[in-house]
């Protein structure tokens, strides 16, 4: 059976998220986990396209990128990401053979009936991977995850991250658009957590 077609499109935001080969976790030690931001960073430089937000756990990650007019595609931007990490993991651990385990998986935003309340429940999602993986008890704790950029404006990102601009219409101030986002966050972790009470 032929595998689906892949959506290209320009000015949208594609939530896209991949495993390492067997879903092993190749990517748990700290030196993997930098190395993913070494080649988010050389994406950034070398094509036109934002990241939203990123979240990179021990065997996958998920990324919320927007693709730009006249920029690379989705497919471009991934494959330059996942083959630059594939290259330079094997090289350094000298190994041979494919790291991934398929080909990345996405969701256009734009394309759901709801947008804004998809953007928000992605975002959420991302960010608390690493809580529902018991790596932290609080998203805001974990390293490798652009969420705290959505929370705290001088927060020094590794890489660089631009606000969605579902966020940028939560209210006219960043204040204010944090005191609304947050209420998105207790939604969701009371619809996720709700047996856990949160500080």
């Avoid at 879903?23 to 931001?37: I, Y």
């Avoid at 979240?55 to 595609?73: A, P, R, S, V, Y």
């Amino acid at each position: 059976m032929p595998r689906q077609q892949r959506i290209r499109m320009q000015e949208v935001t594609y939530h896209t998220h991949s495993r390492c080969i067997e879903k092993k976790p190749l990517m748990k030690s700290t030196k993997m986990k930098e190395l993913m931001l070494k080649v988010l960073n050389r994406a950034i430089e070398k094509y036109r396209f934002e990241l939203i937000t990123y979240t990179i756990m021990d065997n996958h990650f998920h990324f919320f990128i927007k693709t730009l007019k006249d920029g690379e595609d989705i497919s471009r931007i991934m494959q330059f990401i996942k083959s630059q990490f594939a290259r330079r993991y094997n090289r350094m651990v000298n190994r041979s053979g494919p790291f991934w385990n398929e080909r990345f998986g996405d969701t256009i935003v734009e394309l759901t009936p709801d947008p804004p309340t998809t953007f928000f429940n992605i975002l959420l999602y991302i960010g608390y991977n690493p809580v529902r993986s018991h790596y932290v008890a609080d998203p805001r704790d974990y390293p490798y995850s652009s969420f705290k950029c959505y929370l705290d404006e001088t927060y020094p990102s590794p890489v660089k991250i631009t606000l969605h601009e579902y966020f940028l219409k939560l209210g006219d101030t960043f204040k204010e658009r944090v005191k609304k986002f947050l209420v998105y966050e207790d939604r969701y972790r009371k619809r996720i957590f709700p047996d856990t009470l949160f500080a």
